[in-house]
């Protein structure tokens, strides 16, 4: 009786592990997964992470913003030229009057030294005065071929208020650059009843100061302004001529009356290009 229960038992138990072996089996071919080794699920944070693109404006090379081709075949060679040499004029506006004076168009009196203030050559038209137009000037800055370079600023103006630099070859032929405080610039030259111009904007956030670099060789002219290229003409003269008069290179503040109006200029330089040796003459 013991034997045979014992075997009932036995047989028992070899069907319940029998079928709890099929179970594991069945289980285990279901979970098997898929995926390799080194993936990771979905709602971990390396799984979301992806390489950040490197953005395109540090590649930037100058084919991307090309320099106008006067730059290289003009002007380059004759900046290179300078790289090194002392300017033949130069004025930081730190001392004495070196030379410069003033005089207002249309007015007997004068012309008086101009105003030095705080290492600043000023220019200012007070305001009850009914001229439009004050002249600063140096005879020393007189050549035919040259590059000038200089800071100026504009102090307490209005929009529409002028800065130009003026070169004359003739009492009636000149070229001149314009600077408004409304952000505009000119180009003016020829004859000065019948001026022929350029133009264009400029940024600028007052009371900053503007560099302005400025190249006359030969026929052909170009102007820089804050180490950019800013505009060229290949005949803003008729020839290499300046007017025999000591006013033959001006700046000006122009403004309506009614108001102060005034600019300053600082470091000054100027080199003749008539002094440097084995400069190409330009094509």
């Known amino acids: 009786m013991k034997s045979g229960k014992l ?20 289980g285990y071919s279901i979970g098997t997964p898929t995926a390799k080794m080194t993936d990771f699920p979905d709602d971990t944070l390396l799984s979301t992470h992806t390489p950040t693109p490197t953005p395109a404006v540090l590649f930037s090379t100058p084919e991307a913003l090309p320099f106008p081709a006067w730059v290289t075949d003009f002007s380059d060679p004759i900046l290179s030229a300078l790289d090194g040499r002392r300017p033949d004029f130069h004025d930081e506006f730190t001392s004495l009057n070196r030379g410069w004076f003033y005089f207002i168009p249309g007015s007997r009196r004068g012309p008086f030294y101009a105003h030095l203030q705080e290492g600043t050559l000023i220019m200012q038209l007070p305001a009850e005065n009914e001229n439009k137009d004050y ?42 650059l314009d600077l408004s405080k409304n952000q505009t610039w000119a180009l003016h030259w020829g004859s000065r009843d019948n001026w022929q111009s350029q133009t264009g904007t400029f940024d600028y956030l007052a009371p900053e100061r503007i560099t302005i670099l400025i190249v006359m060789h030969g ?65």
Not at 8 to 26: E, K, N, P, Q, R
Not at 154 to 168: A, I, K, L, M, S
Not at 225 to 254: E, G, I, K, Q
């Open 7 to 26: 075997l009932y038992f036995l047989i028992t138990v070899t069907l319940t592990f029998a079928c709890a072996m099929g179970d594991l089996s069945t």
């Open 135 to 176: 002249w600063v000037y140096n005879p020393k800055l007189i050549r035919k071929n040259f590059v000038l370079n200089f800071d100026f600023q504009f102090e307490e103006t209005q929009p529409e208020d002028t800065v130009r630099v003026q070169f004359d070859q003739t009492i009636d032929r000149s070229v001149a």
């Open 219 to 283: 026929e052909q002219c170009a102007v820089y302004l804050n180490d950019d290229p800013l505009t060229y003409l290949d005949n803003c003269r008729t020839d290499a001529t300046v007017r025999s008069s000591p006013w033959a290179v001006t700046f000006h503040m122009l403004a309506d009356p009614g108001h102060i109006a005034a600019a300053s200029i600082d470091n000054l330089r100027l080199w003749d290009l008539d002094k440097i040796p084995n400069l190409a003459a330009p094509q």
